[in-house]
């Protein structure tokens, strides 16, 4: 159940704010249909995340010298630091649905997209290389994903005024360094 929970939390704090967030706020607010979009990003999520733990689990499983574990571990003390970062995007880009398309295709191609080279999509890469367990990965992080989409986009707006998104960055920040360095110190031999 590990990696399931630490792929969920650690997905679901890094994703605040992030800018996937953010689009989908924007879709929420363009569209007004919630399920639709829902049901895209989660499609989306399922696709990206396991292509990116699957990614993380082959390296890990070719590399497994003490080096690998090494950079694993300062990716996660990285991440940390990236999260800080706050995202933005242009709400004033226009963003319509082609006439025939759906907002579920529509949504789902957008978030594909947006995820690609994301901070949460790097850190699936990463999880999936810590942990021997590729579909805990997906599922948590595709669940990380989807408690921290759905609110924002059945809330949107008030949601976005309302939660203090710099705490749960820098919470997020938090766990990024705190499981990098747990690595480091079971790699060097201080837990035991």
């Not at 929970?5 to 997905?11: E, K, M, R």
């Not at 605040?16 to 989908?24: F, H, I, R, W």
């Not at 390296?59 to 970062?85: E, H, K, N, P």
């Not at 809330?155 to 990024?176: D, N, S, T």
Request: proline share 5%; charged share 10%; with cysteine.
């Amino acid at each position: 159940m590990t990696p399931l929970f630490t792929s969920a939390g650690l997905v679901a704090l890094a994703e605040m704010g992030d800018k996937t967030q953010l689009l989908a706020m924007l879709l929420a607010t363009r569209f007004r249909k919630p399920l639709p979009i829902i049901l895209g990003i989660f499609a989306a999520t399922i696709a990206n995340h396991f292509l990116a733990a699957l990614v993380g689990h082959s390296i890990a499983g070719v590399l497994t010298q003490d080096w690998f574990r090494y950079v694993v571990a300062l990716s996660f003390i990285a991440m940390a630091g990236w999260t800080l970062i706050p995202d933005r995007i242009d709400a004033d880009a226009p963003l319509r649905a082609p006439p025939r398309a759906s907002v579920i295709l529509t949504t789902l191609i957008a978030f594909f997209l947006l995820e690609m080279g994301d901070k949460t999509q790097v850190a699936t890469v990463a999880l999936g290389a810590r942990f021997d367990n590729l579909l805990a990965v997906t599922l948590g992080t595709t669940l990380g994903m989807m408690i921290a989409n759905v609110p924002a986009v059945l809330c949107g707006e008030a949601l976005a005024k309302k939660v203090p998104m710099r705490a749960l960055q820098v919470g997020a920040a938090l766990l990024f360094l705190a499981l990098g360095l747990w690595m480091l110190a079971d790699l060097i031999g201080l837990l035991g």
